[in-house]
């Protein structure tokens, strides 16, 4: 039997005052877990800026758990980044995950501000020098759509922690072999910061197959398979909870001892396994939200 992880849950801002109240539902259901942090997605495009920065800051300010803010490069200069990075820690706000970003939906890729950071690596650069936060980088066990040849990922990560990132987060994937050789290149190419796994409990496949596609990470046919027949039968959520909670399982038994949720918002699948893995509610943080 592995120890219970530490765990750590991403939520997305809310853009209407239901999401707001599905938000405040989802962090009362987690906190009682003790994350060791929580943290807030950043739009594509930079679209929920300041839905992100609310978000950042009501959380901080009434349930006193760690917050950590997403950060991205895309659409801002230089100044606008770190004035936003800057407001995050005079609020008391000293985590990011800072990101290069996605650019909006159809705009053919990725191009840098003319006056912004041109990659990831150039954010974490600036926001290390500050010697404010603590930085978060993402990860990619399947290859990154972008990523110009085989093993660039792993060039480009070791790039964001020698640029002063402390760990990474990966985007989430569905077999752990993916997740194992990435490691292990990892630290073959002296990469020694932690590499905390992104789990992503499967509330809705049809939605999460088209969010995997965007993202390159690798559908395994086995699991569409699996998923048809669980939807026929009326049993996609028992399955959504074994499947991840056996490959958190695996990850435990694999050394691993943190894990980062996608919730979605979404708070019981996340908290099903978390329940089955051994991680108990704390009493004293049943009302924090
Ligand atoms: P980078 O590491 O900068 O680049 C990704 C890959 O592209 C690299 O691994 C490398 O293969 C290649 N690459 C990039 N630049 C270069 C270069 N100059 N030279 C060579 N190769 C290069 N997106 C949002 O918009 N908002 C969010 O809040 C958000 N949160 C996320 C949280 C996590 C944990 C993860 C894993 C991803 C998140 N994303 C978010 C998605 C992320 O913005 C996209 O995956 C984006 O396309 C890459 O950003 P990055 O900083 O991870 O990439």
């Known amino acids: 039997m592995t120890d219970a992880p530490e765990v750590s849950f991403e939520f997305f801002p809310p853009k209407s005052l239901e999401a707001s109240f599905r938000l405040w539902d989802t962090v009362q259901v987690l906190a009682p877990l003790a994350p060791r942090f929580v943290s807030v997605t950043y739009g594509a495009g930079g679209t929920t800026r300041e839905l992100t920065r609310d978000a950042v800051g009501t959380l901080h300010k009434h349930t006193g758990l760690d917050v950590a803010a997403h950060l991205t490069c895309v659409n801002a200069t230089r100044e606008e980044t770190l004035a936003i990075a800057n407001g995050f820690a005079d609020a008391g706000v000293n985590q990011i995950v800072a990101l290069r970003g996605d650019p909006p939906k159809d705009s053919g890729g990725f191009t840098p501000h003319p006056d912004g950071f041109a990659n990831s690596a150039e954010l974490v650069e600036a926001l290390a020098e500050t010697g404010r936060f603590t ?155």
């Not at 640029?163 to 990469?191: L, M, V």
């Not at 048809?228 to 049993?235: F, L, N, P, Q, S």
Request: charged share 30%; hydrophobic share 40%; aromatic share 10%.
């Open 135 to 289: 930085i978060r980088v993402g990860a990619y066990p399947d290859p990154h759509p972008d990523a110009p040849y085989e093993g660039a990922d792993i060039d480009w990560l070791k790039r964001k922690i020698d640029a002063g990132a402390h760990e990474a987060i990966t985007q989430f994937f569905f077999e752990t072999e993916a997740f194992y050789r990435f490691r292990d290149r990892c630290e073959k190419a002296g990469i020694d910061a932690p590499i905390v796994p992104g789990i992503m409990p499967i509330e809705n496949w049809a939605g999460i197959k088209r969010f995997a596609k965007a993202c390159g990470a690798y559908i395994p046919a086995w699991l569409d398979d699996a998923f048809a027949k669980a939807e026929r039968d009326g049993r996609a959520d028992l399955l959504a909870t074994s499947l991840c909670t056996e490959m958190c399982t695996e990850l435990l038994e694999s050394g691993v001892e943190k894990l980062h949720f996608y919730t979605l918002n979404k708070p019981e699948l996340t908290r099903d396994v978390c329940a089955a893995l051994g991680v108990k509610p704390e009493a004293r943080l049943e009302h924090v939200a």
